[in-house]
């Protein structure tokens, strides 16, 4: 497999458990926010997005959860699979005036059967 | 969302040679992104590409080592000149559809250079 998340924090949770992906962002006046999840050997996949304007949106099993006072951004995954093995990425649009998006470190969570 | 297709998926280039990435998508985007994920990194924004302009890079890197081409709304080129080792590398192209803002990634360009 790839090396990708080879030197990430990692998560360990057990298969059927609740994960709790945590991320801290630096600029205040980010105002879009994403999750991504990357398998081995492939590209960032987008799970779930939320404005500035929100605390709280879910998706199908996941949850996203920001704090702008303490700029914390966190992702719920209930009843972890095994397919949800990969490593999680945030990423905050800092800049109204463009779309690129600038990456946290990421967290690789591996769910034990 | 939209297919994004790079090419090649991977290679082992020696030092000193220049490799060319393509970028396809299936339809039409005004913006499309360039980054680069080194081993065990997370993505780091190499440039923007905008069809019909010159791409704006992000500090540290320059368009003579990441020279780019967005011929138009479909495609885009990402070239990484005169490679060392340290250039070894996942490079992904990223583009944004639609209002919200989201980035769609193809699977990765995987080089290894020798």
């Known amino acids: 497999g790839e090396s990708v998340g080879l030197h990430l924090p990692t998560l360990s949770v057990q298969e059927g458990d609740n994960s709790i992906i945590n991320c801290a962002y630096s600029n205040s006046a980010s105002d879009y926010f994403i999750w991504y999840k990357q398998e081995s050997g492939k590209g960032p996949q987008f799970i779930i997005d939320i404005r500035s304007n929100m605390d709280k949106r879910q998706g199908q099993r996941v949850t996203v959860l920001l704090n702008k006072t303490v700029k914390h951004l966190s992702l719920q995954i209930a009843a972890t699979q095994p397919g949800d093995s990969a490593v999680y990425f945030c990423?905050?649009?800092?800049?109204?005036?463009?779309?690129?998006?600038?990456f946290g470190s990421g967290t690789r969570l591996q769910v034990q059967p | 969302s939209a297919v994004i297709s790079q090419k090649p998926s991977r290679d082992i280039c020696q030092r000193g040679t220049s490799l060319t990435i393509q970028c396809q998508v299936d339809s039409q985007v005004t913006m499309m992104f360039w980054y680069r994920q080194q081993p065990g990194q997370s993505l780091t924004l190499i440039a923007t590409a905008n069809q019909g302009s010159e791409a704006t890079y992000e500090s540290g890197f320059v368009i003579d080592k990441f020279p780019i081409s967005r011929p138009n709304l479909t495609f885009s080129t990402l070239t990484v000149s005169n490679m060392s080792p340290e250039d070894s590398s996942i490079y992904l192209c990223?583009?944004?559809?639609?209002?919200?803002?989201?980035?769609?990634f193809g699977e990765g360009s995987r080089l290894t250079v020798l």
């Open positions: 990423a905050e649009k800092r800049d109204t005036g463009r779309r690129a998006l600038t």
């Open positions: 990223g583009m944004s559809q639609g209002a919200s803002g989201e980035l769609f």
